[in-house]
């Protein structure tokens, strides 16, 4: 008899428990920059030498978070 007191109380704790996990607030995505390049290679055509060329790389963020471009490289 003692055992079917609890059921009562236990389900309704048990759903109380769901409902305060579903309705929760889920935590904040971590903040983070993502560098996307939507062209990361470029070939010249052929130039005379001492002629000045340029091409501009753009880099896009796609993240969540300020990008610093804190060094460039060449190869």
């Not at 236990?10 to 759903?15: A, D, E, K, M, S």
């Not at 607030?25 to 390049?37: T, V």
């Not at 005379?48 to 490289?73: M, Q, S, Y």
Request: hydrophobic fraction near 40%.
């Amino acid at each position: 008899m003692k055992f079917k007191k609890f059921w009562g109380p236990g389900i309704l704790i048990f759903i109380l428990v769901l409902f305060t996990n579903a309705f929760a607030e889920k935590p904040e995505e971590e903040k983070m920059p993502e560098a996307y390049f939507p062209e990361n290679t470029f070939t010249f055509e052929k130039i005379l030498e001492g002629t000045d060329v340029t091409h501009d790389f753009v880099i896009k963020n796609n993240g969540n978070a300020p990008l610093t471009v804190e060094k460039v490289r060449t190869t």
